[in-house]
T-cell receptor, first 113, second 113 residues
Framework: KAGVTQTPRYLIKTRGQQVTLSCSPISGHRSVSWYQQTPGQGLQFLFEYFSETQRNKGNFPGRFSGRQFSNSRSEMNVSTLELGDSALYLC????????????FGEGSRLTVL | AQSVTQPDIHITVSEGASLELRCNYSYGATPYLFWYVQSPGQGLQLLLKYFSGDTLVQGIKGFEAEFKRSQSSFNLRKPSVHWSDAAEYFCVLSTGGGNKLTFGTGTQLKVEL
């Protein structure tokens, strides 16, 4: 069974640009969550989607957005990039709701110059 | 608001020695508690989980954790550490409202041969 796949794995952008990250969950998993990992703030929850609906949202500005498609694949978008958005963005999927048992991808490492 | 504290940022142990990683949480009720491990190139992996019931839970790779309500703690233990256990360990809390996880700051484990 294939794991959670995130693309791209690495990318470099400049301030002011926007970026879209993609996540394919484990087959059959309908819950997809996104997390940001930085050395200073650690791992922080961005948002969670289930059946194309956002269920939870973390404390991030509106520049961070996401969506989920009917096949459960998810994308997140960051507009007007800032230097502080440099981070590892992790996607996780789950076959169950409200359990916290997540399967994580290896992440997309974003560098903003 | 809930929070998780991991007081040890770095821990070094000799291979074969026992290990205990500390975790304290703050939440008004009994949360769901987890330990996740992050190794380079392998992403975040669930080690074990506590939902309710038996306060001593077993996980993968020979790890166990004990939930102590009176101390708001969920410490991770392993009787004999292997060099491959070197990684970063995160204590994680979920309140059951979706798959939104609150991560501790992590403990980096180094294993000396």
């Amino acid at each position: 069974k294939a794991g959670v796949t995130q693309t791209p794995r690495y990318l470099i952008k400049t301030r002011g640009q926007q970026v879209t990250l993609s996540c394919s969950p484990i087959s059959g998993h309908r819950s997809v969550s996104w997390y940001q990992q930085t050395p200073g703030q650690g791992l922080q929850f961005l948002f969670e989607y289930f059946s194309e609906t956002q269920r939870n949202k973390g404390n991030f500005p509106g520049r961070f957005s996401g969506r989920q498609f009917s096949n459960s694949r998810s994308e997140m978008n960051v507009s007007t990039l800032e230097l502080g958005d440099s981070a590892l963005y992790l996607c996780a999927s789950s076959g169950q709701l409200d359990t916290g048992e997540l399967f994580f991808g290896e992440g997309s490492r974003l560098t903003v110059l | 608001a809930q929070s998780v504290t991991q007081p040890d940022i770095h821990i070094t142990v000799s291979e074969g020695a026992s290990l205990e990683l500390r975790c304290n949480y703050s939440y008004g009720a009994t949360p769901y508690l987890f330990w996740y491990v992050q190794s380079p190139g392998q992403g975040l992996q669930l080690l074990l989980k506590y939902f309710s019931g038996d306060t001593l839970v077993q996980g993968i790779k020979g790890f166990e954790a004990e939930f102590k309500r009176s101390q708001s703690s969920f410490n991770l233990r392993k009787p004999s550490v292997h060099w491959s256990d070197a990684a970063e360990y995160f204590c994680v809390l979920s309140t059951g409202g979706g798959n939104k996880l609150t991560f501790g700051t992590g403990t980096q484990l180094k294993v000396e041969l």
